[in-house]
């Protein structure tokens, strides 16, 4: 014990430095859930990186856009973490090869970290586990973390909770399938990309999505910004980044980045208690010997599930006062 | 309240009885959240129906699946529900017009029930929102409840819970970019279907499933049937609705029907004490005046959210015992 204690003291100081290694390992670790005390140890040393969600439909080319967006702040000597959670991004392996030759490329650079969470148990806790990694590579000194999410879950939605800035990318082809999803991302959007702006469809898009901004309310001071984009071309990459400056110094001036801050840091609290209630709740609230003959009194419909969770959750809620 | 008591009795008969007014009125105040007194009224009755997850990426034909094989099921005077949980679905009005007239035409049946639920708050609560709502048509005497997810997120998986049986529908032309998804999916499926099978790829694409069928651990007594149908000519149909006769056979006979059932109404039951100890979280556990005090001091990492929320949690597990 002692001597794991020594080593992740060891661990966190490398963590901090940036050291590639250590920061892969650390987020392993947190990705397996196995991470909390580190999580606790590091926490002081973040809320200094800026969150960016990138989110849209499955071929809208958010990964091309990642890959340049990191390119450009890279260029201007920052510290960049990049977390995939979509499992069509070639970041996750899941696309072309000449993606994910491109996206390699990118990863061997230096002052870059890139980590796909595709993979790992998509039955639950994929949100959560995201946040955690987030955390990580704040506090291993990235400036930005920009954070990939395919927009047609819920997933993303939670994620945006994390995000400071969220990017909704589009394209024009992806037409009436994603008509009704826009009503969801078009919420969340702090930026809204039409990227393969190229193609055929793309003015109409964008006209679409100016119209539907006018019907939305406002938020004061900030005019959201529908841009055209090729990624694939680098081009409308400027005008991208210097939105996200412009969105960043928006919430800084506002004082809506602290304000959100500690809105999420609630919000992120109150999931830290719900999952370890749930963790007890399946593990130990119900004597074992019980759980069998609950099973069937609800399967012979003579106990109700509801009426059951009512009673369980008053008596835990009463012995918390 | 006597009087909408007497009201929510009266409906409650109606209901049993299958007069689609009524199951339309209280499917929206379920999914509104405010059936709970309505579901546990409700619970005796249920159990009688057939749950079938349909799920699959956009674009590869679900809801075309999913009216034929209703078609056929009413044909054998069965009576059907079905939840659009897919905001791209027809019936959640987000396809093409010629697609939508055919959901229509459909709805216009005798027992058929349709409800879209793409439109219900994004934020969370989908799924908990669609369980209950297949609970209420469970009730109203459906023999089949089928239920359409699009397969990307969380949320299909979450449904698939409360599905007796799970079809996983996947195009040829779905291609690499949904390659990743499938490996999620395939944990769930109990019918594999390659729809649109008379485009290219598609002898591909089941040969592809078959090797990955292959690797995977078989479940004893259960040969996971992967069909080609081409739903829009109403091909393979028959093949598909007599594949889900045999895995309800299958399901009966070896037990694990009423097995399953049972494990899945104990994590029905956890989730709902969840879903109450969650609102009372946000609501009183942590007074007003000290909730600003705890956001501020988090936001300065003079305290941090893991630790914090242990310590709450603690109180809480603490109390309940």
Same mark, same amino acid.
Request: some cysteine.
């Given at each position: 014990?002692?001597?794991? %204690? ?17 920061? @892969? ?11 909390? *005390? ?7 040393? &973040?809320?200094?990186?800026? #969150? ?7 071929? @809208? ?42 996206? &390699? ?24 586990? &995201? ?35 969220? $990017? ?30 190229? %193609? ?31 990624? /694939?071309? *680098? ?11 412009? #969105? ?10 602290? +304000? ?9 609290? #109150?999931?830290? $208690? ?5 963790? #007890?709740? +399946? ?18 419909? +003579? ?8 009673? /369980?959750?008053?008596?835990?809620? %009463?012995?918390?006062?």
């Amino acid at each position: 014990m002692e001597r794991f %204690r020594a080593v992740c003291m060891n661990d966190i100081k490398s963590l901090l430095k940036g050291d590639k290694r250590v920061i @892969a390992r650390i987020v392993s670790a947190v990705e397996d859930g196995k991470g909390e *005390d580190l999580l606790e140890s590091i926490f002081p040393h &973040t809320g200094r990186s800026f #969150h960016i969600g990138i989110t849209g439909p499955p071929g @809208a080319g958010k990964s091309t856009l990642v890959t340049s967006i990191a390119k450009r702040l890279l260029g201007c000597d920052k510290k960049v973490g990049i977390i995939a959670v979509d499992p069509s991004s070639p970041f996750s392996g899941g696309a072309l090869l000449g993606d994910r030759i491109r996206m &390699t490329d990118l990863a061997l650079k230096d002052n870059i970290f890139i980590r796909s969470m595709a993979s790992r148990g998509s039955m639950g806790g994929l949100a959560q586990a &995201t946040k955690d990694v987030a955390l990580v590579l704040d506090a291993a000194g990235m400036d930005y973390v920009l954070i990939e999410t395919i927009g047609v879950g819920q997933v993303e939605l939670d994620i945006a909770q994390v995000c400071d800035t969220t $990017i909704v990318v589009l394209v024009p082809e992806s037409g009436d399938s994603i008509q009704a999803m826009k009503a969801g991302l078009l919420e969340i959007a702090d930026i809204m990309v039409v990227n393969k702006g190229d %193609r055929e469809g793309s003015e109409r898009l964008v006209s679409e999505l100016k119209f539907a901004f006018e019907m939305r309310e406002k938020e004061a001071g900030w005019d959201l910004p529908i841009l055209k984009t090729t990624a /694939i071309k *680098d081009e409308g990459i400027e005008e991208l980044v210097l939105a996200l400056e412009s #969105h960043e110094k928006h919430l800084t001036k506002t004082g809506k980045l602290e +304000q959100e801050r500690k809105k999420k840091l609630l919000l992120r609290m #109150h999931e830290l $208690i719900e999952r370890r209630i749930r963790v #007890h709740l +399946q593990k130990k609230v119900i004597p074992e010997n019980e759980i069998k003959q609950l099973m069937e009194s609800m399967y012979k419909r +003579q106990l109700n599930p509801y009426r059951v969770a009512k009673k /369980i959750a008053r008596r835990i809620i %009463r012995g918390s006062r």
